[in-house]
């Protein structure tokens, strides 16, 4: 390997493309071949010599990041006066640019009006040096307390858990030990006499300080008490705490347990704490959970699928807790799964062994949990395995409500099943399913949901097209769904639950750094046309519509969209306006819908001549206002 | 003078003359302003520290001649009338030689140089030609340099041979040394690494890019893996003029590689290459190599490992063969002000009966010598002021509640973050009763913390000063300005990031070093600058205080050590040898000595006195950025970017121990009080506990080979390493232990 990478030392010179660049940029038109080779030797060489310099100002400067000053005080040792105006402490944000057959890199030097910045108010004076002094270590043990790092960093625990023979192979004992001495530190523990003896299990580290069990107890309490303030206390702490550890083992089994005999005393409210902890776990950054998955994950399971989850199934909202164990599945999938413990597809296996028995004796609850669990893991497993089903549960939804009264809990059951199919089909079928969207074609391809299905997915579309329409060319921070889980004591009394599961609320999942001003929430003007990208793979697919305020107002858009890559035919469809929906009462609207590999979305922006107006329109300042809010004055150091 | 001063008596093995020592003198004299050889005549030290470390007295007359010839280029006649009065130099000396050089009729530098040194440069070209007339006919010597020293260095390399053997050359050695038996190879294998670079040097000298890189290609992955820095350099190096202004090749060049090999393989080498007529190889081992020849059996590959990685080879033995006097110094007595004191303000029992014997055992020690000290006049240390002597009685009374540390007994470490610095903090020191913390930062600016609740308080305006009553008791007290009292205190002049800081044991002083190339000095009374003692032109990478005050040092960029008093503002002693950047310097306890780290990857130990080097310690495998002497002085502890901690016995001049275990670069080293823990502090953001009392216990248990310097290291890092403690996100960069044994550390917490 470190033959490799002498090698390519020994090649790495400038391209000459580079110097003729350069000469050209101070003037000097025609260069010779020969000239730029030597040049660009030259020039490698005098490069090389400045940094290797630098990194002397860098070791000395006690950093691992070499920063420009160090290039600045390199150049000023060989007597070149160093380069002003790079002054940033981070990367350089140099752009790419190609055209004419070249590639450049540039720093780009933005143009600022001194007013702007006159008139903006002064950041915040960065904070001055202070000193502050805290114990590293007391007669050798390491305190824990938040200026020193976590007992156990998750590497460690990572390998505590899955080499645990690494940490006393005999041969491997000088990595081992130095694991096992930054921890124990005091102990040089006789070393030499247990050298010989092979440890099959490591010690196990199962006793808890006073103060941990104090701990310990305390949480849990407020985890299932009765005090919601003191629960998002706990919670919270247990979610930031980087200490947590040596208690994992304790907290695990306390979850399995307590959902196991929960769910025989059908206890929805302490379930729902339950599966509220194991989020929290799961937030924690500084633990590793892997080890626990055995116990956490069938207890969640049970919360998904369970036949009963609560005392009065007609009256409680158990649905909000399946929708919600439903996603910690989904994002313990999403975080835990590896090739090695393919959590997922074990899941889904599970999940569809119920399925496979899913006839019309299965519960409607356990049916709901089995859909919500599958619908959760994303478009792709709902495409491939909800889908092709719903002509069946249409059918068997379709026996309930419209057959003889069974009985009220089925009712609501199936009621909450079809919702919940409609809910998260409807944006799948709405993005690989062409348009038109005919309602007969609809009820063929799916039964009895069809109709339902046909409207959901023509809402899903228009709202799409809004959403996009707000987005784009806007700076676009998408924050992940979190889901938020929280139950009103009183809950238990008996409210019934809404239809749509209320109490989980999902924050919207769009935040826009500058909604444009003209943009028309309602299209009313009937000129307008909408040219609808789509990504066609992915969930959260970035969807753009593009306004055009054009003056020939008949002509539908002809779609001259120049597709950089081009691999995918774009697919242009001309909407009838009488179709029916929310569009159909406006009759001169012409929606395009082009359908376009992802790549190539981004890159049409800036390319497409077609779109003049609406480019030049975005503000180009959020980008600006953003630089702006991280002056250094924001951010604070502290260690804890 | 200077070559009546060479002590060291080198057993030069070959006797030809060489230009590489004259060199040598010149860059020296570039880097240390030349005048200064002729305006100290007064100490002797100067132009003795301006002579080459190694050199005999043949070299050295051509050192002489190669200063005179640089003199008098630069018209400065006085100075050479001085020197050549000062060594002894007739003037007629020099010129038959001038006149012999012009018949022996080669160009080089001699037809570029003005008339005026035209004598003595030509001296210089007739000495390089006979050098290289014995390989073979000389070649056009790099005719019409501007800089003839330089050319005069490189034009050894202009011996022409067939560009395309070379690898043939070289492949057919590394098959002979493949070949030998076992115990040989190791050694044998040191050739390859500077016959490589000479090798790929010379191609690259004649012109022979395409060549050079192939060779470079191909045999570079056979170099052990401690030089790929320098292969990074040399890699880049690919043309002719790349070489000149090249101060690494400058250095391989002019300092000869230093092999140690037993007699049978040197043996085995020398008659295999005369067998083959591989004159190639055989002329860059004759020229550039320097083989130091023992008796007795081959070294390991381990051993050899052990002590290889420098940029010039090992260390000659020779080279640590001087008497260095590494005992502590007598501590001076102490009239006894101090029980009474005792007595009256703490009024316990145990205390002045407990102290009593205490002082006892402690004056008996004093009172015998210990002969491994220099004697206590040595070095002209200042007299102790009242103050130092208050300060010296806390330090007794400290002492006696030491900590007692051990394996079992671990200290307990507080740790001083520095928030929001920024990654600008690039030094930082404690006052040895640690009531001070001094930061030096890249914004240029020197901090300076009370860690006590005492605050920082300037000394009154002179004005104010005025209207003191001079005889009250506590004029000290009033002569401060209460109204300045703050816990830290801003000192702004430098003009570049500061990179060494040191304060004075009297905690009346700071000297900062900086990237401006100076080193200046700070009252702590007033808070303003005192002095910039300006010298080096470079970067000063570090500063350290002698631990008796008065004098300091500092070293830099310049590869130059420097010796200063306060109270001079040009450096007493100049320290050069080392190859490259120094990059850290400490006093030993008994100030007759210091130490100085470089990038050369060298441990140099300098004698105040005489300006000599008197050990070198080759070993480690990166710039050393480190340094600790042990509490009684006989132990030097060295941390570098490698992230190994090396352990050196001073007397013997030997490598004692490694201890392995940091992962990047160490910053820090300190010994506890007492010497039984060495404390390290990396960039790995660790700090870690050393057993020092066992790794140098175990040792006084074996028997030196000192004769051939051998060194078995057994590998116990493991067991030595008493504790690691990490921090979260902050490189230790320094340590302190307390008089009680409470060690301290600091660094920049960098989220």
């Known amino acids: ?640 | 003078m200077a070559a009546v001063q060479s002590g060291m008596g080198e057993g030069v093995e070959e006797k030809d003359i060489k230009t590489e020592p004259a060199s040598d003198g010149f860059g020296n004299n570039n880097a240390n302003d030349g005048r200064l050889v002729s305006t100290s005549p007064g100490s002797n030290a100067p132009a003795a520290s301006n002579k080459p470390v190694a050199g005999g007295p043949p070299e050295d007359q051509q050192t002489l001649l190669a200063v005179l010839q640089f003199l008098r280029k630069n018209k400065l006649t006085e100075s050479v009338e001085i020197l050549r009065r000062e060594a002894g130099l007739p003037e007629d000396d020099l010129d038959p030689n001038g006149a012999d050089s012009s018949g022996a009729g080669t160009g080089g530098a001699a037809g570029s140089v003005d008339s005026d040194a035209g004598d003595a440069s030509s001296l210089l070209t007739r000495v390089t030609v006979s050098s290289s007339a014995a390989a073979q006919a000389p070649t056009k010597a790099a005719a019409g340099e501007d800089q003839p020293d330089v050319s005069v260095v490189l034009s050894a390399y202009s011996q022409q041979g067939d560009p395309a053997l070379y690898e043939v050359y070289y492949s057919s050695l590394k098959r002979f040394i493949e070949t030998v038996l076992d115990c040989h190879r190791a050694e044998l294998s040191q050739v390859f690494y500077p016959l490589f670079v000479h090798m790929y040097l010379e191609l690259v000298y004649n012109n022979h890019e395409n060549e050079a890189k192939a060779f470079f290609e191909k045999f570079s992955g056979d170099q052990e893996c401690y030089y790929e820095d320098d292969l990074r350099v040399l890699s880049s190096l690919t043309k002719k003029e790349h070489m000149r202004g090249n101060e690494t090749l400058l250095d391989f060049r002019t300092s000869k590689f230093v092999l140690r090999i037993s007699r049978d393989s040197y043996q085995l080498l020398k008659r295999h290459l005369q067998e083959r007529q591989n004159n190639q190889i055989w002329n860059i081992i004759q020229e550039h190599l320097y083989i130091d020849i023992f008796d007795g059996m081959p070294r390991s590959k381990s051993q050899i490992d052990a002590m290889s990685g420098s940029l010039a080879g090992e260390a000659k033995r020779e080279a640590n063969k001087a008497k260095v006097y590494y005992g502590l110094l007598k501590e001076p007595e102490i009239e006894l002000p101090l029980d009474d004191e005792d007595e009256e303000a703490e009024n316990e029992e145990g205390k002045p009966k407990k102290k009593k014997p205490k002082k006892d055992s402690m004056g008996s020690k004093s009172k015998k010598q210990d002969p491994n000290a220099p004697s206590q006049s040595r070095i002209p240390l200042p007299e102790l002021k009242d103050s130092d002597k208050l300060d010296k009685i806390m330090y007794m009374k400290e002492a006696t509640k030491r900590i007692r540390l051990g394996p079992d007994n671990l200290p307990s470490i507080c740790f001083y973050s520095f928030l929001n610095a920024y990654q600008g903090l690039t030094a930082v020191d404690f006052t040895d009763d640690s009531s001070l913390i001094a930061g030096g930062f890249a914004d240029s600016t020197v901090r300076v913390w009370s860690v006590t609740p005492k605050k920082l308080r300037k000394v009154k305006s002179a004005a104010d000063l005025n209207l003191i009553d001079k005889e009250s008791d506590d004029v000290l007290e009033r002569i401060m300005d209460e109204k300045t009292a703050s816990e830290s205190k801003i000192l702004y002049g430098h003009s570049g990031p500061v990179y060494g800081i040191s304060f004075s044991p009297d905690r009346n002083y700071l000297l900062s070093s900086s990237e401006d190339g100076t080193v200046r000095l700070w009252s702590l009374q007033t808070f303003t600058c005192l002095v910039g003692y300006k010298g080096h032109n470079y970067p000063v990478w570090d500063t350290h205080f002698s631990p008796h005050g008065y004098y300091f040092v500092s070293g830099g960029h310049d590869r130059v050590a420097r010796l200063w008093a306060t109270d001079h503002y040009q450096p007493l002693r100049m320290f050069s040898g080392h190859l490259a950047d120094i990059t850290c310097t400490r006093f030993h306890p008994n100030s007759n000595y210091l130490a100085t780290g470089s990038s050369d990857r060298t441990i140099r130990l300098w004698d105040v006195l005489n300006g000599n080097c008197v050990r070198i310690f080759t070993g480690h495998k990166g710039p050393i950025h480190a340094l600790a002497f042990s509490p009684n002085g006989k132990f030097l502890a060295s941390g570098a970017t490698d992230g190994r901690v090396l352990l050196w016995d001073i007397g013997h001049g030997l490598m004692v121990g490694e201890l392995k275990g940091h992962t990047d670069t160490i910053y820090s080293l300190r010994f506890s009080r007492d010497g039984e823990i060495l404390a390290s502090g990396s960039m790995d953001n660790t700090v870690r506990l050393w057993d020092a009392m066992k790794a140098f216990d175990d040792l006084e248990t074996d028997d030196f080979t000192a004769a051939t310097g051998h060194i078995h290291l057994q590998d116990n890092s493991q067991e030595l390493l008493l504790g690691t403690y990490l921090t979260k996100s902050t490189p230790v960069i320094h340590l302190h232990f307390t008089r009680r044994n409470l060690l301290l550390a600091a660094g920049a917490y960098n989220p």
């Open chain 1, 1 to 640: 390997m470190a033959e490799e990478r002498r090698q390519k030392q020994c090649s790495v010179v400038l391209p000459t493309e580079s110097m003729k660049a350069m000469a050209e940029s101070v003037g000097v038109g025609q260069l010779q071949e020969e000239s730029c080779v030597a040049l660009s030797e030259e020039v490698s060489y005098r490069i090389k010599e400045i940094a290797q310099d630098a990194l002397k100002f860098m070791h000395h400067g006690k950093r691992r990041k070499l920063t420009t000053s160090d290039i600045d005080n390199a150049l000023k040792l060989k007597n070149v006066e160093p380069l002003y105006g790079f002054q940033s402490q981070e990367f350089i944000p140099f752009r790419f640019a190609s055209g004419g057959g070249r590639e450049l890199h540039f720093y780009e030097e933005k143009e600022v009006d001194l007013s702007d910045i006159i008139n903006t108010p002064l950041p915040r004076v960065p904070l001055d040096v202070s000193l502050k002094a805290h114990w590293l270590s007391i007669e050798g043990v390491q305190p824990s307390i938040p200026e020193n790092p976590p007992p156990a960093p998750k590497e460690q625990q990572k390998a505590e858990s899955t080499e645990p023979l690494k940490v006393v192979k005999p041969g491997q004992e000088e990595e081992g030990t130095i694991q096992g001495k930054s921890q124990g530190a005091t102990a040089p523990d006789g070393k030499g006499k247990e050298k010989g003896l092979i440890r099959l299990k490591p010690r196990s580290t199962h006793e808890l300080s006073v103060e941990q069990q104090l701990y310990y107890k305390e949480i849990t309490e407020a985890c299932v008490g009765s005090c919601e303030a003191k629960r998002a206390e706990a919670l919270q702490s247990i979610a930031t705490d980087p200490g947590l550890y040596q208690m994992l083992p304790r907290f695990s089994t306390f979850i399995s347990e307590g959902v196991r005999v929960n769910v025989v005393q059908n206890n929805l409210a302490l379930l729902i704490y339950l599966m509220r902890m194991v989020k929290a776990l799961m937030d924690n950054p500084t633990l590793y959970l892997e080890k626990y998955l055995h116990e956490l994950i069938p207890a969640v399971v049970t919360c998904i699928v369970s036949k009963q989850l609560c005392l009065r199934p007609d009256v409680d909202n158990h649905w909000a807790l399946r929708d919600f164990a439903a996603r910690l599945m989904a994002q313990s999938c999403k975080t835990f799964s590896t090739t090695t413990n393919n959590i997922q597809s074990h899941f889904i296996t599970r999940l569809m062994f119920l399925q496979s028995w899913l006839d019309d004796k299965t519960q409607w609850t356990t049916r709901y949990g089995c859909i919500a669990g599958l619908a959760e893991l994303g478009p792709d497993v709902i495409k491939t395995l909800i889908l092709p089903r719903l002509a069946v549960e249409g059918a068997r939804i379709k026996a309930v409500m419209e057959g003889p009264v069974v009985s009220n809990i089925d009712k609501i059951g199936a009621d909450h099943v079809q919702s919940l199919l409609l809910k998260h089909c409807a944006s799948v079928i709405a993005k690989i399913r062409p348009q038109p969207d005919n309602v007969e074609q609809y009820r063929t391809d799916y039964g009895y949901l069809g109709p339902m299905l046909c409207s959901h997915v023509m809402k899903a579309r228009t709202q799409a097209a809004l959403q996009a329409q707000q987005v784009n060319r806007t700076t676009l921070t998408i924050t992940q769904p979190r889901p938020t889980l929280s139950v009103s004591q009183s809950g238990l009394s008996g409210s019934t639950g809404p239809r749509t599961p209320s109490i989980i609320k999902v924050p919207s999942s769009l935040a826009l750094m500058s909604p444009r001003p003209g943009t028309p929430s309602q299209p009313s003007p009937p000129a307008t046309k909408y040219i609808v990208m789509a990504t066609s793979a992915g969930a959260a697919s970035t969807q753009q519509v593009i306004t055009l305020s054009s003056s020939q107002s008949a002509s539908p858009v002809t779609s001259t969209v120049p597709s950089a890559t081009s691999t995918l035919q774009p697919l242009v469809k001309l909407e009838s306006g009488s179709g029916p929906g929310l569009t159909a009462s406006r009759p001169l609207q012409k929606y395009i819908v082009v359908s376009l590999p992802s790549s190539a979305s981004s890159s049409l922006e800036t390319k497409s001549s077609v779109l003049p107006t609406s480019i030049s329109s975005t503000p180009l300042d959020t980008g600006m206002k953003l630089d702006r809010s991280e002056s250094p004055g924001a951010s604070t150091q502290s260690p804890h």
